[in-house]
Nanobody, 129 residues
Framework: QVELVESGGGSVQAGGSLRLSCELS????????LAWFRQTPEKGREGVAQ????????SYADSVKGRFTISEANAKGTVYLQMNSLTSDDSAMYYC??????????????????????WGHGTRVTVSS
């Protein structure tokens, strides 16, 4: 059974940093896409960053480029999202999601919930100004 568990959310002042973790278990393939999404009532669910496990290729939404970094922890089934220079606009519930892909990941800017099969339960990030 595939399971994704997010952690690392919390409350932080604007300008601060947080590192989110997504731990994957029960998935037997070595090549897949893993993405971070975030959701608010105002904007809905939007793609933030993704990594193609296998090649290591990454991509980011324009709103987080230069501030967020997605990385894999030495092929141990854990993916991080390092978030720096946080603003109140980054406040959201953050989810990690997995999709098996043998060619490339869906473009993160236009990625939707339908593009990813497996989802975690989320971790909340609150940024106060």
């Amino acid at each position: 059974q595939v399971e994704l568990v997010e952690s690392g959310g919390g409350s932080v002042q604007a300008g601060g940093s947080l590192r989110l973790s997504c731990e994957l278990s029960g998935y037997r393939y070595s090549i897949y896409c893993l993405a971070w999404f975030r959701q608010t009532p105002e904007k809905g669910r939007e793609g933030v960053a993704q990594i193609y496990i296998g090649s290591g290729g990454t991509s980011y939404a324009d709103s987080v480029k230069g501030r967020f970094t997605i990385s894999e922890a030495n092929a141990k089934g854990t993916v991080y999202l390092q978030m720096n220079s946080l603003t109140s606009d980054d406040s959201a519930m953050y989810y990690c999601a997995l999709e098996r892909r043998l060619d490339a990941c869906p473009p993160i800017e236009s990625a939707t919930q339908a593009d990813y099969m497996y989802w975690g339960h989320g971790t909340r990030v609150t940024v106060s100004s």
